[in-house]
């Protein structure tokens, strides 16, 4: 499985953004929980949200969980981030990931996820 996140970019505070991941191999068969991180230079990587295999359960980080919505669309291979009212301590490279066995105990370990993309770098203007 390869996983390439897009849609990062420079945005102003206050506005939303929709980052995007794309999987190489099909996802629709409901064999992988996704997820997305986030990391800033000089800091450990952090759990974001993950969606589970079938996209009937969301995990989000109590910090984010009012702003961001993860979301898949199987027929397109797709995961999305959507990120509303940003704030400057939301810059950070985003990474999507993929795990064939994440469930609700380790859905927030980096370790439950064996897949990961390049990341996709936000900064957000203040």
């Known amino acids: 499985v390869q996983l390439q996140a897009f849609g990062g970019g420079l945005v102003q505070a206050g506005t939303s953004l929709k980052l995007s991941c794309a999987a190489s191999v099909r996802i629709v068969g409901n064999r992988y929980a996704l997820a997305w991180y986030r990391q800033v230079p000089g800091m450990d990587r952090q759990f974001v949200a993950a969606i589970n295999r079938s996209g009937g359960r969301i995990y989000s980080s109590d910090s984010v969980k009012e702003r961001f919505t993860i979301s898949r669309d199987s027929a397109r291979n797709t995961v999305t981030l959507e990120i509303q009212s940003l704030r400057p301590e939301d810059s950070a490279v985003y990474y999507c990931?993929?795990?064939?066995?994440?469930?609700?105990?380790?859905?927030?370990?980096?370790?439950?996820?064996?897949?990961w993309g390049q990341g996709t770098l936000v900064t957000v203007s203040s």
């Open positions: 990931s993929a795990g064939p066995a994440v469930i609700s105990s380790n859905v927030a370990s980096q370790t439950a996820y064996a897949y």
